[in-house]
């Protein structure tokens, strides 16, 4: 089964920043890693102009494009039900680790990140293993200095992989 670790905090925390470090120091040590970024508004992965993009556009509702390189699959929703976290983790086929940014309402384990002037958001989120914060605060569970990333990613290594 895959292992998932939920990065998670309040809108401009650095959410994203801690994310693709921990990705990375993950990736280096030679760990499989995939990721999902929720996203709270609408998006497009396609750009305007492209032969994929015409597709959707002419009403496809699944498009596949692929190269050597890399494949995507786009399927237009269409204002349906948001999938649920463990519906898109089935999605993953080769990885060691899932990194989840955002769905913070799901039970997996989270890290989450505090910044200054920003609450704790614990009292709201279940499962939280761990805080990234500058901030003195008094705890149970492990806390973690924003410039330390490397101590973070061992913490994640040593508890789920």
Known sequence: MTKVIGIVGWKDVGKTFFATKIINLLVKRGYKVGTIKHAHHDFDIDKP??????????GASEVIISSSKRWSK????NNKNEKKLNELLREFIDV??????????????????????????NNEIKNVVAFVTDEKIKSNIPLFKRNDIESLTEFIINKFL
């Open 74 to 77: 786009i399927i237009e929703n």
């Open 49 to 58: 102009g492209t032969d994929s993009f015409k597709h959707r556009e002419s």
């Open 96 to 121: 060691d680790v899932v990194i989840v940014e955002g769905f913070k309402k799901e039970n997996h384990p989270k890290i989450e990140i505090i910044s200054q002037n920003t609450k704790i958001v």
